[in-house]
């Protein structure tokens, strides 16, 4: 005997809606939390490399312009520090959006909760 479409509906409702209503959270500190992180951790990875923090901290020691008279090794130790600092600093600023970023992923889903439960009970 075929299922009628009210029958069908409430299994699809009950079975699939209410079952990703339950599941989300889970997937939310799980899988979500995951890729939350890894998005986190390769954004940190290209600000480092956009910036070349990586490749300034190597060259440090070098002369720039091939200038390797001692005046121009101390000149270019000076402006390369300097330009250290700026881009640490720029470095520090968006690693800090970004830690505050993955902390709003972990907050938000409890303040959503909190928000649902505050509106029923009132």
């Known amino acids: 005997m075929p299922e009628s479409a ?4 409430t299994r699809f409702v009950l079975g699939d809606v ?25 954004e940190f990875l290209s600000i480092l490399n956009r910036l070349s923090i990586p490749i300034l901290v190597r060259n440090l020691g070098k002369p720039m312009y091939g200038d390797y008279s001692k005046s121009g090794r101390i ?4 402006v390369r520090i300097i330009v250290f ?10 690693s800090v959006v970004l830690l505050a970023g993955f902390i709003a992923w972990l907050a938000l889903m ?5 928000q649902i439960v505050r509106q029923f009970i009132g």
């Open 18 to 42: 209410l079952f990703d209503v339950f599941r989300f959270p889970v997937w939310w500190y799980t899988t979500g939390t995951k890729n939350a992180a890894q998005f986190t951790w390769q």
């Open 75 to 78: 000149i270019s130790f000076f």
């Open 6 to 9: 009210v029958v069908k509906a």
């Open 110 to 114: 409890p303040a959503i909760v909190y």
């Open 85 to 94: 600092v700026f881009r640490f600093f720029g470095m520090l600023i968006w």
